[in-house]
């Protein structure tokens, strides 16, 4: 009994390292991202590089609206800003549990994330042809750059989808 405790502990120990050694080698891409993000939505007011520049979604757009719908237990309404949610959120449990638990690499991961990325762009498109101009996460922002420096390019999307 003492023998397992000790491997438990042993194993335990070695997860924290592995986490520890990754917030280590990431250290600086969290705070420069909060920086960006801070500073996309106080100057474009949003995070979302297309949509600030163009007023169109990209096909992630809805993302974090989604994993937070999921984190507060409203399923049906992640799945109607991010389809792909549940399929990232799996992706990301099975790298994890790969890479912190069992200490390796996570097989057929990328390939994976690729093909999450292929559903995300399929779906994307359907609900442009579908739901553009809609309600969030597919709708038109008017405050975009490309209007605001060349005014002509917000007039012809006025017309276009408003």
Not at 23 to 33: D, E, G, S, T, W
Not at 45 to 53: E, F, K, N, R, V
Not at 147 to 153: C, E, K, M, N, V
Request: charged letters at 20%.
């Amino acid at each position: 009994m003492q023998r397992l405790k000790g491997k438990k502990k042993d194993g335990l120990r070695a997860v924290r390292l592995r986490i520890l050694r990754d917030l280590k080698k990431y250290r600086l891409a969290v705070p420069a991202f909060l920086l960006y993000a801070a500073l996309a939505t106080l100057l474009l007011g949003t995070i979302c590089p297309l949509s600030a520049l163009t007023g169109f979604p990209c096909p992630g757009c809805g993302s974090t609206r989604a994993l937070l719908l999921v984190l507060t237990g409203r399923w049906r309404a992640a799945f109607f800003y991010n389809p792909c949610i549940y399929l990232w959120m799996l992706l990301a449990a099975y790298v994890g549990w790969q890479r912190y638990v069992r200490g390796k690499r996570a097989a057929g991961a990328l390939p994976a994330a690729a093909g999450i990325a292929v559903l995300m762009i399929l779906i994307y498109l359907y609900r442009l042809a579908a739901e553009f101009p809609g309600s969030p996460p597919m709708n038109y922002r008017e405050e975009n750059v490309l209007a605001h420096f060349w005014p002509a390019y917000g007039e012809w999307m006025r017309r276009l989808f408003l």
